[in-house]
């Protein structure tokens, strides 16, 4: 048991040495290795399911990938929705981001229309659900289309 112990600890010795061949020559240690970042290029993808829209070919789960290059996936204004997806997160911006608490919103009521959006979005999980209860939340509708279909309440 003894000498496996010892031949066991030869070779870790001989794997550090040779690892050690490639550190530089002045004796400089080494900081600890990058953490990976997301791949370049990969796309954003999220899934948009409208219910109660009033319009039969917008209701449905559609897909939607952002990439740099294009946009592609089921949702019908996939290139418009993308961009504007981009523009709205400008500055940091959270274009998924629910009515902040305490806003003081109108009392109206803009349709039965629902949405529910989820997936990743510049690498952040997104699960957000839009309705038309309210003014705030028909005013954050409005701002998302043509991510959300054009409903008339």
């Known amino acids: ?7 066991a600890s030869a ?17 400089e240690v080494l900081g600890p290795l990058p953490v990976p970042l997301p791949l370049l290029g990969s796309p954003d993808t999220l899934t948009v399911t409208v219910e109660r829209s009033g319009n039969p070919a917008a209701d449905g789960t559609f897909r939607l990938e952002c990439r740099p290059e294009r946009a592609s996936g089921t949702h019908p204004r996939a290139q418009k ?32 229309a629902t949405a529910h959006v989820e997936g990743t979005w510049h690498g952040r999980p997104v699960d957000a659900r839009f309705s038309r209860a309210d003014g705030c939340e ?3 509708w409005e701002e998302l289309r043509p991510v959300l279909p054009m409903v008339r309440g």
Do not use: K, N, W, Y
């Open 1 to 7: 048991m003894l000498r496996r112990l010892a031949l």
């Open 11 to 27: 070779a870790s010795l001989a794997s550090l040495s040779a690892l050690g061949a490639a550190a530089p020559a002045s004796g």
């Open 81 to 112: 929705a993308c961009e504007r997806l981009e523009a709205l997160s400008e500055g940091g911006r959270d274009p998924f981001a629910p009515v902040p608490q305490g806003r003081m919103c109108t009392q109206q009521h803009g349709g039965p």
């Open 138 to 140: 028909i005013g954050r």
